[in-house]
């Protein structure tokens, strides 16, 4: 999907979303999702009655706080926190005052540069590598600032402290627009900060796209209506859908939408022409769909064609240095992980122990690279007998859309394994299981051996790579139920393999893990305060 646009003169107006189901479409278009980090980046609504035209919406949340607004105050937050460490810690011989005036000049200058590389527009925001060059570049800004201004009252000291300054700017900077990135999803996952949007077309890659929105709300988007000529009426069946191309733009305001979703393959080139013609007239932001699906858009360059707009695809070439490359890794990290992570393994295994006198370990069945079925390692989290008690529990399903089985809080899981889930300590002993060559670090997630047996001919190209311990799908969607998210995520996976993705899913595996954590420490606390008698 092409980066999201937004006018440089207008921000986007929001319309009141009420709270939806992660189930996945429903009888009702009005699922939401979206398409990256910190993408639209809008208002929150207050309730109003009736659609709104995009001035008058605009008009209308004034008073609400814009999210480039708190954007901002995260970066004004992290930036402002380093630059002032690094001054108090390095005096250089001057008073508090110039001390603060060089901390306020690197603040200045490194959020004007934020600004300046679009870092406060969805466009930007949604391609990461633009982000983290942007911050690079900002976080150098303001140590040149930093180092100008100390100079200029004559204070000394001031290079190292500079590059300890930039250094602490660029990781807080990334940290915490990564913790808003998350906060974001999640209020979009319930509905908020949404954007009311006219998908275009009715083809197989319309009903795509489709499902990607409905089923991943945390992307942003609500669906108001579908504009096609010529749809099939038994496919879309339970959605609003309207025959009358020429009129998208008046259909789109009077649904409260302020954009457009336009399937390429879906319109010939005479009806594209004239609806980006109407949608520019009308003020209304377009994404354009081109339907390549499997295609991650960091293989996608743009490639003008005598000034008209191309893309050259570039593919994936997994070398044999490459997979004996990503070996190596697997070796390397799992062995230190295990030497690091032994005394917290040693207690996990004698609380297991404890707790029932049980086994330690769940060895259980799950199927590999080829199809191949091998033994998986985790620390047991259920009671011994959970296997007998599952189908006790199949009303309680949340993936009612593929042969996955997920209960959030399933009454088979212990004590201790509730808080070993939580922590992801219960996943430690598969690192065996990199190191026997069965898994691999990063990969799509070790499938049951029934989940297989349910899987359709696309699904299985997911056995062509070995398993992994995290993967795209965990740190993308894993608290969402949808399978078409879990089977989307490991096949772009598979079709976009290489080492620098790898070693990015890695490094993102970290913090996901402990917000996961923290999360489930808050609800843990929450329930038992809620659940602790009344003096």
Known sequence: MSDIGIRQDEQLTLVPQPTTSRRGPGPHPT???TSGSLALLTHENEPTEGPLLPREAQRRDRSWPSLRA??????LAGASAAWLAVSLAH???????SRLAGAGGATAATLVVVALAGLYRARVCALKSSQGLGIVWASGAGATTFVVVRRTIGAGGGL?????????????????????????????ANGRFTRRVVLVGSNADALELWTIVTTEPELGYRVELVVAAGHDHAVWEDVPIVDEIDRVPELALRAGASGLMIVTSALSRPEIQQVLGAAAEAGLHVQLWPGLKGVASRRLRSFPISGEAAFYVEFPSASRSDRALKRTVDLTVSVLALLAAAPVMLVAAALVKVQDGGPVLLRQPRVGRDGATFTLFKFRTMVQDAEGLLSELTLLNERTDGPLFKVRSDPRVTPIGRLLRATSIDELPQLFNVLIGTMSLVGPRPALVDEVAKFDEESLRRLTVLPGITGLWQIEARDN???????????????NWSIGLDISILMATGPVVVEHALRALGHSLMRNNSERPLP
């Open 31 to 33: 699922a939401v999702a």
């Open 70 to 75: 708190r954007l901002f105050a995260v970066d």
């Open 91 to 97: 005096p250089g011989g001057i008073g508090l005052g």
């Open 160 to 188: 190292i402290a500079a590059v300890a300054g930039a250094a602490i700017c660029l990781l807080l900077l990334v940290a915490l627009r990564w913790h808003f990135d998350r906060w974001l999803r999640r209020c979009r």
């Open 481 to 495: 139920p949808s399978f078409h998210a879990y089977r989307r995520f490991d096949l772009l996976y598979v079709d």
